[in-house]
């Protein structure tokens, strides 16, 4: 799961950065599309960026002499949306690779319909959950632990870190990017400098540390991501989300700013992982009774541990569940990122 959504954009439409193409926009949702807060980064022709938002992850689109691969694939209820995005850029052309950079359900919900469009197509996904997708097990994959969804989906191989790839039209290496997700890889391309980075880096910030929620310690990872990005020295980014960017020791100094707070005050972090769960949910359901929400929230065990790591150990929480949702709701409200109106909850982008 990406999610700095609480700056976010509702963005439930797409643009596509690569100049070489026509933007593509197809609302789902949302009343209103996102609009590109720069120009488009210029990439080489045979890379497109189909730039999605909050909910799903952005979709790259590797063409050329080794085929066309797809690089991530959203969220499940956008899963038609990507699919119409690959489809026009593909014509009559086949999809012959499928990679997710790490299973978050923001980033692999499109799998499973784009591989009923094209058969043929061959899913590699990084290895560290491999069996708990063999298996189908929502709890290792976290859907069911942060209450999401996505839709099952097979491989046929793994994204090992180490290797090179021949995807489209250039040699991308696999590197490993634990932090945000402790089995997430990036995808490097050394000799335009190209970067795929997940959720590991964006133009402000980078993904909630999800293991740092499970008590696993996780900031040290985050930082020797970061650096593993710094030695890279990619010159053009693709993030996970928002826009592609060039200006990386911009968003390497703002991700390590960020970073320092966090691990000066893990409970801040924490607070901000709930906003970015419910924002993530707000996003998926754009208006929600406040019951519904509280129900969603209930059977949700990730904002079950995040309130207990509130009180000390073995104490009871202060206030009750519901007093702090309501405290969370209040927060997305102050800052902007969801509206009440007539006793709805709204997604405010
Ligand atoms: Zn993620």
């Known amino acids: 799961m990406p999610l700095e959504a609480l700056r976010g954009r509702a963005a439930d439409g797409a643009f596509c950065t690569n100049t ?57 209820t ?14 009559a052309a086949p999809l012959d690779h499928l990679l997710n950079t790490h299973l978050h359900s923001d980033h692999c919900g499109g799998n499973a319909a784009l591989q009923a469009a094209y058969p043929g197509v061959h899913t590699r996904i990084p290895p560290g959950l491999a069996a708990a997708v063999t298996a189908w097990d929502e709890d290792a994959l976290t859907y069911r632990p942060t209450g999401q969804a996505c839709a099952r989906f097979h491989f046929d191989g793994l994204l090992l870190p180490g290797e090179t790839l021949a995807l489209g039209e250039r040699h991308w290496q696999v590197h490993a990017a634990p932090g945000h997700d402790p089995h997430s890889v990036i995808l490097f391309e050394p000799e335009a400098r190209l970067l795929i980075s997940a959720d590991a880096l964006w ?25 593993l990005i710094e030695r890279l020295a990619p010159a053009i980014v693709i993030p996970g989300h928002g826009p592609v960017f060039s200006d990386v020791a911009r968003a390497l100094a703002d991700a390590r700013a960020r970073l320092e707070g966090f691990v000066a005050d893990p409970a801040r972090h924490r607070r901000h992982a709930a906003r970015v769960l419910l924002k993530f949910k707000l996003l998926e359901w754009q208006r929600i009774a406040p019951e519904a929400l509280h129900a969603w929230a209930r059977a949700t065990p990730y904002l079950h541990t995040l309130r207990s790591q509130e009180a000390p150990d073995g104490a009871e929480p202060e206030p009750s569940f519901e007093a702090w949702l309501e405290a969370l709701i209040d927060d997305l409200v102050r800052s902007g990122a969801a509206r009440r109106v007539a006793g709805w909850l709204v997604d405010a982008g």
């Open 20 to 76: 070489a193409q026509p933007r593509y926009s197809y609302p789902m949702r949302a009343a209103t599309l996102p609009t590109p807060a720069s120009a488009p980064m210029p990439l080489p022709p045979d890379v497109t960026v189909f730039e999605r938002g909050w909910l799903s992850s952005n979709n790259i689109l590797l063409r050329g002499r080794f085929g066309a691969a797809l690089v991530d694939s959203g969220y499940v």
């Open 78 to 91: 956008h899963a038609p949306q990507t699919l119409a995005l690959v489809q026009a850029a593909l014509g």
């Open 203 to 227: 133009a402000r910030g980078f993904g909630v540390v999800f293991p740092e929620l499970e008590g696993f310690d996780a900031f040290d990872a985050v930082a020797a991501t970061l650096d």
